[in-house]
Nanobody, 122 residues
Framework: QVQLVESGGGLVQAGGSLRLSCAASGRTFTTYAMGWFRQAPGKEREFVAGISWSGGTTEYADSVKGRFTISRDNFENTMYLQMHSLKPEDTAFYYC???????????????WGQGTQVTVSS
């Protein structure tokens, strides 16, 4: 079992930046690939970014490439999503997820956090 807790969401103006964190506890953090999804009101949950257990492989949705960066600190059992050049369409609830392989994360992982709200004003 893996417990995930997100933090760092908030209200920011368009063009601004935020960094989300996902703190993990439970089974060994380093054995899990991790990722971020988001869900806007009235829309389905969508993949944002994923990272392998080692941090050596990352994947991004086309909509965030070049603006968002996913990373992890296996000593601190924490994953991050650095978001720059935020747009109003990035407004959503952001969820952290984990699974044994990155491809499983991209498809929607096994473990989920409760989410954190990101609101980008125009």
């Amino acid at each position: 079992q893996v417990q995930l807790v997100e933090s760092g969401g908030g209200l920011v103006q368009a063009g601004g930046s935020l960094r989300l964190s996902c703190a993990a506890s439970g089974r060994t953090f380093t054995t899990y690939a991790m990722g971020w999804f988001r869900q806007a009101p009235g829309k389905e949950r969508e993949f944002v970014a994923g990272i392998s257990w080692s941090g050596g492989t990352t994947e991004y949705a086309d909509s965030v490439k070049g603006r968002f960066t996913i990373s992890r600190d296996n000593f601190e059992n924490t994953m991050y999503l650095q978001m720059h050049s935020l747009k109003p369409e990035d407004t959503a609830f952001y969820y952290c997820t984990a699974d044994t392989e990155l491809r499983r994360v991209v498809g929607g992982g096994r473990y989920w956090g409760q989410g954190t709200q990101v609101t980008v004003s125009s």
